[in-house]
C-alpha cells in the first residue's frame, strides 16, 4: 500500500471516528456538558471609579450596612465587595459559553443620598452566568422595591482560560442595568445613574468537588476511550489519542478538510482501495 494511500486512510479513519462512531458507546454517561454544583467560591466586585466620583458629587454615599441592612448612623463608603459563594451551579450552554447560577452569601449595600433623607438598600446578589446578569432585591419607596437585574455583562467562553483544574474564572464588567438606572435616581431624588455605564468589575472564581472531571463535564473534551479506539485502527496510540482530545468542533473541520483532499487526491488501484475500505468499515462496526 503506497504512502499516500496510508495517509489518506488514516485521515479518513479519523474523520470516521469522530462523525461516524456511535460516541455513545465509547464515551461515559456523563460526557458532553452537564450542570456541575459549586462546592465553594468567592465573588470580588470593585465599584467604577467614575461611579464613586459622580455619587460623591451628587452627595450620595454607597455604604455597607450590617446583617440586619439596617442603615447605621456613622456611614462607611464602600468601594468594593468581597462575597463567598453560598450556593450554585456551573455549566456551558449550547453556545460553548459559561453558564450556571450562584447564590452570595447575605451581603447589604446601601445607597443614601444624606441631604434628601432617601435610601435603597441593594441585597440578596446574585451571579447568573446564564444570561450574563448581576441580580438583587432593592429595598427602598414603591418604585424601586422588588428583585432586578442589576446590570449586565459579556459572558465568556468556555475554554482553557476559564477553566482550569476544578476551578471556573468569570471576569468581567458589569453594565448598569437602563430601567434600574431610572428607578434609582427616582427613589433617590438624584440624577446620577445612567444605563449602560460600568457599575463594577467583577471577578468570580468557583471551585468543584475535586472528583469531578470539570473539563468533561463542560464539554472542553472527547472521551478519551474514544481517542484510544480512533488511535487503536490506525496504530498511532497515544498520538490520537491526543488528538481526539482537542476541541470538537475545531478539530472536526479540519478532519472534514483533510477528508476531502485525501478523497480527491487519491489515486489507488481500484482492488487496493475496496480492500482497505472493506477493512476499516469491518473494524469500525
Not at 37 to 60: T, W
Not at 102 to 130: E, P, S
Not at 136 to 152: C, E, M, N, P
Amino acid at each position: 500500500m503506497s504512502h499516500r494511500l496510508t495517509a489518506a486512510l488514516a485521515t479518513s479513519t479519523l474523520a470516521l471516528g469522530l462523525a461516524a462512531l456511535p460516541v455513545a458507546a465509547h464515551a461515559s454517561e456523563s460526557a458532553g456538558p452537564r450542570p456541575v454544583p459549586v462546592a465553594s467560591g468567592i465573588v470580588n466586585v470593585d465599584l467604577s471609579a467614575s461611579l464613586l466620583a459622580s455619587l460623591k458629587a451628587k452627595g450620595l454615599v454607597l455604604a455597607h450596612l450590617g446583617a440586619d441592612c439596617e442603615v447605621p448612623a456613622q456611614l462607611t463608603a464602600a468601594t468594593s465587595l468581597t462575597a463567598a459563594v453560598d450556593s450554585g451551579t456551573v455549566s456551558a450552554s449550547a453556545d460553548a459559553k459559561v453558564a450556571g447560577k450562584l447564590k452570595l452569601d447575605a451581603t447589604c449595600l446601601g445607597l443614601v443620598n444624606v441631604g434628601a433623607k432617601a435610601v435603597v438598600v441593594v441585597k440578596d446578589l446574585g451571579v447568573d452566568m446564564t444570561t450574563g446578569a448581576i441580580t438583587a432585591t432593592l429595598k427602598g419607596d414603591a418604585r424601586v422595591s422588588g428583585r432586578v437585574q442589576l446590570g449586565t455583562f459579556v459572558r465568556p467562553a468556555v475554554s482553557a482560560k476559564t477553566v482550569a483544574g476544578n476551578s471556573v474564572k468569570v471576569d468581567a464588567a458589569v453594565k448598569l442595568d437602563a430601567a434600574v438606572a431610572a428607578k434609582l435616581n427616582a427613589a433617590l431624588k438624584a440624577n446620577v445613574f445612567v444605563g449602560g455605564q460600568v457599575l463594577a468589575d467583577v471577578k468570580t472564581v468557583v471551585l468543584v468537588d475535586a472528583k469531578i472531571d470539570l473539563k468533561a463535564a463542560l464539554g472542553l473534551k472527547l472521551d478519551v476511550g474514544l481517542g484510544a479506539t480512533v488511535g487503536g485502527l490506525l496504530g498511532l496510540g497515544a498520538k490520537a489519542k491526543a488528538t481526539a482530545n482537542t476541541n470538537v468542533s475545531a478539530d472536526a473541520r479540519v478532519q472534514a478538510d483533510a477528508a476531502l483532499a485525501a478523497k480527491a487526491n487519491l489515486k489507488a488501484d481500484a482492488d487496493v482501495s475496496a480492500k482497505a475500505n472493506a477493512l476499516l468499515l469491518g473494524a469500525v462496526g
